[in-house]
């Protein structure tokens, strides 16, 4: 099961101002009903506590199975038909100050680009784009098949490609995705290198965003938990405002996250053992696909809970319309 919008749970607060409200409203009709003359025991006022009760119950369901909807469950699988064994994938590299730590046998960078150079080896039918980020992305190389310009690319790149600071993933992530053309006849994956250190914008929700324009994220984390300094190209250590060293160190939780929520996988790279994986990440997502010609993608579940509030909205104004008598 993926919940792929957790923030609408938050519209769940509602039920306490309605609790608030029917509570006021059950009582004031309970005192015009003893001002009319019906005592506690009377069968007028059994039957408006009874229907009162009932109601209320259906309009904690029209609001539950509501937000339900919005934050869109998913689980279960289903089957396409179409033919989708050709794949596309968007490369997007994290090139800020702190990809120079040296905690992965080299620079974190390098272990990228080692990583990246294996891929193309491996996985050499592909369509490839390139995207790297520090604090706005660029798109460096659109999708092509031209690996020889990739590999000449890998070898020059550096964290001065681009001087913003920051690392602005969110930004990062869509226009890797907008690289990849709207082709369902085709697999399409974003693969992610990063520390995930210092990441600006809303990285979920640019997951859940590639995850709706069924767009698989892969991520490759690369440092220590322990982390490392960060040597610049002159030889000086890089300082906060305080000056203070700056320790850096990988964020894996974000990564995984952000991978587990499009159905793709998290990979740690900071092994060298590991990089003989990366194409057998994919292999397994992949793989069926290109023998077979059929695929399988998670099922939307919110007409379900459409349905469910629709159904309570309905049996809430019909027993709103019965007699009491």
Same mark, same amino acid.
């Given at each position: 099961m993926r919940i792929m919008?957790p923030?609408y749970?938050?519209?769940?607060l509602?039920?306490?101002?309605l609790?608030?409200?029917?509570?006021?409203?059950?009582?004031r009709?309970?005192?015009?009903?003893r001002?009319?003359?019906?005592?506690?025991?009377?069968?007028?006022?059994?039957?408006?506590r009874?229907?009162?009760?009932?109601?209320?119950?259906?309009?904690?369901?029209?609001?539950?199975?509501?937000v339900?909807?919005?934050?869109?469950f998913?689980?279960?699988?289903?089957p396409?038909?179409?033919?989708r064994k %050709?794949?596309?994938?968007?490369l997007?590299?994290d090139?800020?100050?702190s990809?120079?730590?040296?905690?992965?046998?080299?620079?974190r $960078?390098?272990?990228?680009?080692?990583?990246i150079? $294996?891929l193309?080896?491996?996985i050499?039918?592909?369509?490839?784009?390139?995207?790297?980020?520090?604090?706005e992305?660029?798109?460096f190389?659109p999708l092509?098949?031209?690996?020889?310009?990739?590999?000449t690319f890998?070898t020059?790149? %550096?964290?001065d490609?681009?001087?913003?600071?920051?690392?602005?993933? =969110?930004?990062?992530l869509?226009?890797?995705?907008r690289?990849?053309?709207?082709?369902?006849?085709r697999?399409?994956?974003v693969?992610?290198?990063t520390?995930?250190?210092?990441l600006e914008?809303?990285?979920l929700?640019?997951a859940?965003?590639?995850y709706s324009?069924?767009i698989?994220?892969?991520?490759?984390?690369?440092g220590?938990?322990?982390g490392?300094?960060?040597?610049?190209? %002159?030889?000086?250590?890089l300082?906060?405002?305080?000056?203070?060293?700056?320790?850096?160190?990988q964020?894996?939780r974000?990564l995984? =996250?952000?991978?587990?929520?499009?159905?793709?996988?998290y990979?740690?790279?900071?092994?060298?053992?590991?990089?003989?994986e990366?194409?057998?990440v994919?292999?397994d997502?992949?793989?069926?696909l290109?023998s077979r010609g059929?695929?399988f993608?998670?099922?939307h579940?919110?007409r379900?809970?459409?349905?469910?509030?629709?159904?309570?909205?309905?049996l809430?104004?019909?027993?709103g319309?019965?007699?009491w008598?």
């Open positions: 919008d923030r749970f938050m519209f769940l509602a039920l306490i101002p609790w608030l409200l029917s509570a006021f409203f059950y009582r009709s309970l005192i015009y009903l001002r009319l003359g019906y005592g506690k025991a009377s069968q007028i006022v059994r039957r408006y009874v229907r009162s009760y009932v109601r209320f119950l259906l309009l904690n369901g029209v609001v539950f199975f509501s339900l909807a919005l934050v869109d998913h689980w279960g699988m289903k396409e038909s179409s033919d %050709n794949l596309d994938i968007a997007v590299v090139i800020s100050h990809m120079l730590a040296q905690d992965a046998g080299g620079t $960078l390098d272990r990228c680009k080692d990583a150079y $294996l193309l080896e491996e050499s039918q592909a369509r490839y784009s390139f995207t790297l980020f520090k604090g992305p660029v798109l190389i092509t098949e031209d690996l020889i310009t990739l590999e890998i020059r790149l %550096n964290t490609f681009i001087s913003t600071p920051g690392s602005n993933l =969110e930004e990062a869509l226009t890797g995705a690289s990849l053309p709207d082709n369902q006849e697999n399409r994956a693969l992610l290198f520390d995930g250190e210092g914008g809303n990285v929700q640019a859940r965003e590639l324009q069924n698989q994220l892969f991520t490759f984390g690369i220590t938990e322990e490392d300094v960060i040597r610049l190209a %002159n030889g000086e250590l300082k906060d405002k305080e000056g203070e060293t700056v320790t850096t160190r964020h894996s974000l995984i =996250e952000m991978a587990d929520l499009t159905g793709g996988t990979l740690d790279l900071t092994e060298i053992y590991n990089l003989g990366i194409g057998m994919l292999s997502s992949y793989g069926q290109e059929i695929g993608t998670s099922t579940r919110y379900f809970f459409c349905f469910m509030a629709l159904l309570f909205c309905t809430y104004f019909i027993l319309k019965l007699r008598e």
